[in-house]
């Protein structure tokens, strides 16, 4: 239990991301997330513990934990402990990650909160909010880390699959509570209903499968990503981590690497498992 421990706010995708690839390096991963998470790509989100108890993503398990006993026994069991207790975990880490996309999360996590902070995507500034930034944007620099400034505006561009981008993803047409009436891994084709905000209609714009999904009771802004549609309908995508995920994650080392916490040479992720 001598282990550096990294605490992550948000298991989402790319805190998925990171705390897989902090875990592959032996650190004791201490995830905090709310009990009913709104990330949409559950079957590669170690948030999926919140409602499931337990979740398994590239050979790496989260558990949900109900103190601090319990997260200590998930790191004797080498897994990743999830925390969803209204009180912050009672652990001192020595490295914190905000992986919540600052711009839409409170309260703001502080540079002063651990030796080693880093910042996930738009929002934080080096120096003021964080040690480093990572870049979350799709392009040459994504999983960049970033000593100065800050990372690049958040672009709301989806990335490409099979040619299509925008009319992958499914908007809330209005603010309210989500409600889901299809599932993950579900094939719709244009014009289907796959849930509800506030009663008026989330509706497939393009034929495939649902790879990304809200949970039902999850609050949303309008016209917030509630879910996207994957034309490849293949189901065997669900439970692969994105390129993106992997990018993000390989750069949480790299800040590792450039603070002194790991050595130069670390052992290299499993680059194959992605999409």
Known sequence: MAKELAVLRGGGELGTGIGHALAALGLRVLVVERPLPGALRLRVAFAAAAVEGAITVAGVTAVRCRGAEDVIRAWGRHEVALWTAPAAPPFVPDVLVDARMRSLSAPMTRLDEAPLVIGVGPGF????DAHYVLESNRGPSLGRVLSQGSA??????????????EDRLLRAPCAGVFARIRELGDFVEPGDTVGTVAGRAVVARLAGMLRGLKLSGVEVGAGHKVGDVDPRRDRALLGLMTDKALAVGRGAVDALRLAGLVPAEHPKEDRAACT
């Open 152 to 165: 690049e505006t958040h672009t709301g561009v989806p990335g490409e699959v099979a040619g299509h981008r």
């Open 125 to 128: 500034v080096c120096g003021r």
